[in-house]
């Protein structure tokens, strides 16, 4: 069997009801509503009444995440369609509400691959990495830096949070170094170095930072930087209590071909296991090697989340049901 642990151990001052539990979950249950003395006439319960037990049910996963810091990595389908984009906004406003500390880092393929097409500019990839030419990387730092960023600052700004965006650059925030084979792949960097200063100042004043993946070397030549690998390391960097990667696939599956084997929770040991088995692999090996490498420099947990599901932030955070699979040390 893989090996799992507990997603968090409840103060012993926090009083739940019986039925009520902090675990993953394979079925998901709105548990509290059981919990209340139902008499056998009792009238179904309203829409109001289903929403606040749905908000009673949420209060102890608010207790434990309210004034700890969230790393989102958003892409995928989640960044393609209005509605999904919309949710995943609302979605990061609500939590900031409640007193999470949200940090958003984007990469924005689509985008780029868009522009790129409109100026004559061939998109070439090695080993799923994009060849970063001059030109290209100058499109990339426009369409990241100056579209993507804008656009989601405006939309969470819209939606009643306060929001900033940065990249990199921004305050030494993240330096950059050339990936090993960058003869192949021109100005495609890796995280060196990482300064959170910006960071937190920002945070402590109420802000929701939204990060684009393209910072500088010592020198000031740019670079795109993987986003995953972005969010990663500004997650270790700044001691969050989790890292979620929203993607396009539902998370680790036990079995790649059967979308029902899904792993809800797994530790760094399973994680290598299967990876060792051949049952992770492809595009999910840099997403999982991400998560290892965060939750070794100390972040609690990780999540690769089904970004294709409305709302799947929530579902991560405040129910013990989840919305992919979550990866602990």
Do not use: W
Request: glycine share 10%; proline share 6%; net charge neutral.
């Amino acid at each position: 069997m893989l090996a799992a642990k507990t997603l968090i151990n409840p103060s012993p001052s926090l009083k739940l009801p019986n039925n009520l539990s902090l675990h993953r979950k394979p079925p998901f249950s709105l548990s509290i509503r059981n919990s209340l003395p139902q008499s056998p006439s009792s009238p179904d319960p309203t829409p109001g009444q289903l929403r606040v037990d749905i908000l009673a049910e949420s209060l102890p996963f608010i207790q434990k995440f309210r004034g700890k810091t969230i790393v989102v990595k958003y892409g995928g389908a989640a960044m393609k369609s209005e509605s999904l984009q919309a949710s995943v906004v609302n979605d990061l406003v609500l939590l900031s509400c409640v007193g999470l500390r949200p940090i958003l880092v984007h990469g924005g393929g689509p985008e780029i691959n868009l522009l790129l097409q409109r100026l004559g500019i061939e998109a070439t990839f090695v080993d799923g990495l994009r060849v970063t030419d001059a030109k290209t990387m100058e499109v990339v730092s426009m369409v990241l830096v100056g579209k993507v960023n804008k656009n989601l600052v405006s939309l969470i700004d819209r939606a009643g949070a306060k929001a900033i965006g940065l990249c990199g650059m921004d305050g030494r925030l993240v330096t950059a170094r050339p990936v090993p084979n960058a003869a192949k792949l021109g100005f495609v960097g890796e995280v060196a170095r990482v300064d959170p200063a910006a960071l937190r100042s920002n945070v402590e004043a109420g802000y929701i930072p939204v990060i684009a993946s393209v910072a500088a070397d010592e020198t000031g030549q740019q670079y795109n930087i993987n986003a995953d690998t972005v969010a990663g390391e500004l997650a270790a960097a700044v001691g969050a209590e989790k890292l979620i990667l929203l993607t396009d696939v539902a998370g680790i599956l036990e079995d790649r071909n059967d979308v029902s084997s899904l792993v809800k929770e797994i530790d760094i040991n399973g994680v290598k296991k299967m990876v060792a088995e051949g049952k992770i692999g492809g595009g999910m090996i840099p997403k999982v090697s991400c998560c290892v490498r965060s939750l070794a420099q100390g972040v609690k947990t990780a999540s690769i989340v089904d970004g294709r599901v409305p709302h799947s932030l929530l579902l991560e955070i405040l129910t013990d049901e989840g919305a992919g699979t979550m990866i602990t040390g």
